[in-house]
Structures are given as C-alpha cells and as structure tokens.
C-alpha cells in the first residue's frame, strides 16, 4: 500500500492531486466521509483533472465540461465514452492510502 495522507488533509467535497510515481499522479476526492480515487486525466481527452469541479457525486472536467459519476466511473455526457479509471483506497487508523494489490473498488467509506 502506498501511503497518501491523513484523513484530515481532505477538505471535504474538494479533491487533491497525488505524484505516485514519474509521469503518474492521481485524484483523491473526499465527500462527507466517502473517498475517491482515480487517474489525474480525463477519459475523454487526457486533460488533468487538478482544477475539476466536484458537485455532489459528479466531477466536471473544466476542459470540455464532461461529467463523470464518482461512484460508478461513468461518463454522465456520453454513455459509450471510457469511464474514469477508478482505483482502491484503505483508510486504516485515520490514514489514506493507495491500494494497488486490489482490483478497484468504486468509492470508500470511512
């Protein structure tokens, strides 16, 4: 597991950008006591999603506006378009971490 940060570092229904390696950073959303995580870039375009805008369980891509659902993946715009690519958080003793020894799970609870 890779250890991200401590669940207080979250501001709730705002999202933080994490270098997990060269070339590769993802998203950790926190809503109320829901966690998200998926790549930093757009399906649609490959744009970051550093300055996405998180409405309820919908993330907004500022670059074309589309929408994605953040318990499912799903692109809202358009139904055949790739989904977010969604990955496994563990939040273990008020700590988040990236679990990449799991098949990806939608969202995480507190």
């Given at each position: 597991m890779?250890?991200?940060?401590?669940?207080e570092?979250?501001?709730?229904g705002?999202?933080?950008?994490?270098?997990?390696?060269?070339g590769?950073?993802?998203?950790?959303i926190?809503?109320q006591?829901?966690?998200?995580a998926c790549e930093?870039?757009?399906?649609?375009?490959g744009?970051?999603?550093?300055d996405?805008?998180?409405?309820g369980?919908?993330?907004?891509c500022?670059?074309?506006?589309?929408?994605?659902?953040?318990?499912?993946g799903?692109c809202?715009?358009e139904?055949?378009?790739?989904p977010?690519?969604?990955?496994?958080l563990?939040?273990r003793?008020?700590?988040?971490y990236l679990?990449?020894?799991?098949?990806?799970?939608?969202?995480?609870?507190?």
């Amino acid at each position: 597991m890779h250890y991200l940060c401590s669940v207080e570092d979250l501001a709730d229904g705002k999202l933080r950008v994490f270098r997990i390696s060269e070339g590769r950073s993802i998203v950790v959303i926190r809503r109320q006591n829901t966690f998200t995580a998926c790549e930093n870039r757009c399906p649609h375009a490959g744009a970051p999603l550093d300055d996405a805008l998180i409405r309820g369980n919908t993330l907004t891509c500022v670059w074309h506006g589309f929408q994605f659902d953040l318990c499912s993946g799903a692109c809202l715009e358009e139904p055949d378009e790739k989904p977010l690519s969604l990955l496994s958080l563990c939040i273990r003793d008020g700590k988040v971490y990236l679990d990449e020894s799991h098949t990806p799970s939608r969202e995480h609870s507190k």
